[in-house]
């Protein structure tokens, strides 16, 4: 202790003093104040045992974030197989659908033709011998039959168009300007 009171550490070396003869005849003593040197030791210490935690929180950290990313990275992998199993089911949905509209508009547009064509041979030959009500039912059935036959041709190159195209973008549009222009 100093003379204050306060504690204070020291380094002491003690070297002996010997004659002739070798025999140890005094000791000398060599004392010296380590106070600040022991206190920046100790704080030393306690930084390096701070670092070495967050050295170890930093690893723990890190060996976690890898964790995540790794299973992120799997989830990814998942994720983008099965969307791309999923775009692989639409286009063979999508041309399934671009079939069966296909065979669909065929075989709807066959006994229309055979259907039309008898109504324009009756309208070209046999109006005559036809009542005015029943002339009145076959114009109305020719415009009838005609109009279906012209939506079964718009289905058929629909499908038409989506087989080479692939894809047909809807856009709104005002009908009465349409109307206009091609009357």
């Excluded at 004659?19 to 210490?45: F, M, P, S, V």
């Excluded at 390096?48 to 170890?56: E, G, I, R, T």
């Amino acid at each position: 202790r100093r003379k204050n009171g306060s504690i204070y550490y020291e380094e002491q070396r003690i070297a002996p003093v010997r004659n002739d003869d070798g025999q140890i005849t005094h000791l000398i003593a060599i004392k010296q104040d380590i106070t600040t040197r022991r206190e920046a030791e100790i704080q030393l210490h306690q930084t390096n045992l701070l670092l070495q935690s967050q050295l170890s929180e930093s690893e723990r950290l890190a060996n976690l974030l890898n964790q995540a990313n790794h299973q992120l990275e799997i989830k990814i992998q998942e994720r983008s197989a099965e969307l791309a199993k999923a775009n692989e089911q639409l286009k063979e949905v999508d041309n399934l659908k671009s079939a069966f509209i296909g065979v669909i508009s065929h075989e709807l547009r066959t006994p229309f033709t055979s259907i039309l064509a008898s109504i324009n041979l009756l309208e070209a030959e046999g109006f005559e011998n036809l009542r005015p009500d029943q002339k009145e039912l076959l114009g109305i059935l020719g415009e009838s039959i005609r109009s279906s036959y012209s939506m079964i041709e718009n289905l058929v190159n629909y499908a038409s168009f989506v087989r080479k195209q692939g894809v047909l973008n809807r856009n709104h549009a005002d009908i009465s300007s349409v109307a206009n222009r091609i009357l």
